[in-house]
């Protein structure tokens, strides 16, 4: 009996430990959503109180202010990022899992290696190399760093996926005349989407929250993706609270979207390969 109490006791000291976490996690979003739909004189009266009335003018002022500019640059900076990030990691991972060369462990193991690499630590660097090759204040000043800075970690995450696929999957592809690349588009890639989803989804947030490189190779408000637009724009409404977090919902929305339609794909891609039969 008193093990059965003490096994209830763990369980609802697990779920107030996890409910405290939760609330410290949701209710800065919450408080942000709530004083977004007010007006400047109920958030400077209260900033904890419920709006009196849904003020969703706010979103429309921020949109015309500036957030549609920065929404469309970070659209297109986390698209070409992520798909070139998807795509060199993906055939890398495949090529040192599934191909014999000289020095592979080497090269995988100076692939794994940039995941010690501070991105901070290379802004100086990067900002003469790409002053060098006419690429600062441009779109490729902050693509190809953020493609480069995200290989390691997504060849990290996909390897586990890759190397699990049986061998005798290749090899009936090989016998039915696939070549290395349709193995790989055909096969590899399909049985391995959980995997493939999840480094998608995480390299997604990253560059779509990345600011570093923003901050330091752009120089001309044309190309402010979200984070450094909201840092300009919080200058320019310093008095204007309400609006500003506005636009710091419409940052935060499609983000959201995208984990609650992916989340399905998380766990299982995260976990994949981690059983060996």
């Known amino acids: 009996m008193n093990e059965k109490y003490g096994v209830h006791f763990k369980r609802i000291l697990i779920y107030i430990v996890f409910s405290v976490f939760a609330v410290t996690i ?10 977004s739909l007010k007006t400047n004189k109920e958030f400077y009266a209260n900033t904890f ?8 003018s706010n979103y429309v002022e921020a949109w015309k202010s500036g957030i549609s500019m920065y929404y469309i640059n970070s659209l297109f900076v986390t698209v070409i990022s992520v ?14 899992t599934r191909m014999e060369f000289r020095f592979k462990k080497l090269i995988f193991a100076l692939l794994l290696g940039g995941m010690f690499v501070a991105p901070q630590t290379a802004v100086l660097p990067l900002y003469n190399l790409l002053q060098k090759l006419h690429l600062y204040n441009s779109y490729a ?12 970690f997504s060849i990290f995450l996909l390897y586990p996926a890759f190397v699990s696929v049986p061998g005798e999957l290749e090899e009936a ?18 049985v391995c989407k959980p995997a493939v989803m999840v480094c998608l989804l995480l390299n997604l947030i990253y560059v779509w929250d990345e600011f570093t490189f923003a901050l330091n190779f752009i120089s001309d408000e044309r190309f402010y993706t979200i984070p450094v637009g909201l840092m300009s724009f919080s200058q320019a409404l310093y008095t204007n609270w309400v609006v500003l977090l506005s636009g710091v919902v419409l940052a935060v929305i499609p983000v959201l979207i995208l984990f609650v339609v992916f989340q399905k794909y998380f766990v299982s891609g995260l976990t994949v390969g981690s059983v060996k039969e």
């Open 26 to 35: 949701l209710y800065p979003l919450f408080w942000i959503l709530t004083n």
């Open 173 to 190: 592809a090989v016998l039915d005349g696939c070549t290395r690349f349709q193995i790989y588009r055909k096969l590899f890639f399909p």
């Open 49 to 56: 109180a419920l709006p009196e009335v849904l003020n969703f």
């Open 141 to 152: 000043a902050m693509i190809f760093p953020d493609t480069a800075f995200r290989l390691s």
């Open 83 to 96: 798909a070139l990030i998807i795509v060199c990691s993906t055939l890398a991972v495949y090529a040192v």
